[in-house]
């Protein structure tokens, strides 16, 4: 579809939504940005999984990419909250095609390990599109992480435990970097043709049986012809 039909199937949709919803959907769509995004490598513990995607859910992440090359990254609606439903996830088989990906794309690789002097966590650049890449909960990045990311940061600790759970420092992280973000001059906020796609999208997710009134939009549209 081009946008114009786009915009004729959101239009057509839109009848089927309370005022509510779509004044809900128009205000979170106000909030997305792919400026942030995570890069998550083998996790392999659905409850921090499904966590984690509520959290980014919730700090406004549209996009979260999964490396799975040893083990599926699974999600727990009744962990995540159903988060998965608006957040989009995007696989991968292994982390070099992951990384190939979002430097084609123009992000800055900036990767989380307390053993890696860098950037501390409240110092991280926002300006540039950034992805934050999390390791493994046993082992941590690999070792392709470490020879390829572009810059590393750490998480302030100060007790003796070595490193937070994987889940809690994305919350951490995401939770200073998403309110430098909006407080900074950077434009984060998604694209017109990604806001169209999205909230297609979300307008279908939203409406019981969309594929049918879909299906019924396209049918009279070729009628009319």
Known sequence: MDIQEKNNLIEYLAQYL??????????ILGNRTRHITLILEDLFQEQNASAIVRTAECYGLQYIHAVEKQYRFRVVDGISMGASKWASLIPYADIV?????????????????????SYLLSDVPIIDKTALVFGAERYGLSEYVLQHADSFFK?????????FNVSVSVAISLSNIISRLHASSVNWHLSSQEIIDIRLDWYRRSIRAAHQLERKFFLDQTEMV
């Open 155 to 163: 998480i302030p600790m100060y007790g003796f435990t070595e490193s």
């Open 18 to 27: 309370t005022l509510q919803r779509k004044e809900k959907i128009e205000q």
């Open 97 to 117: 095609d992951c990384f190939t990906h979002m430097k084609k794309q123009g992000y800055t690789i900036v990767a989380a390990t307390p053993h890696t002097d």
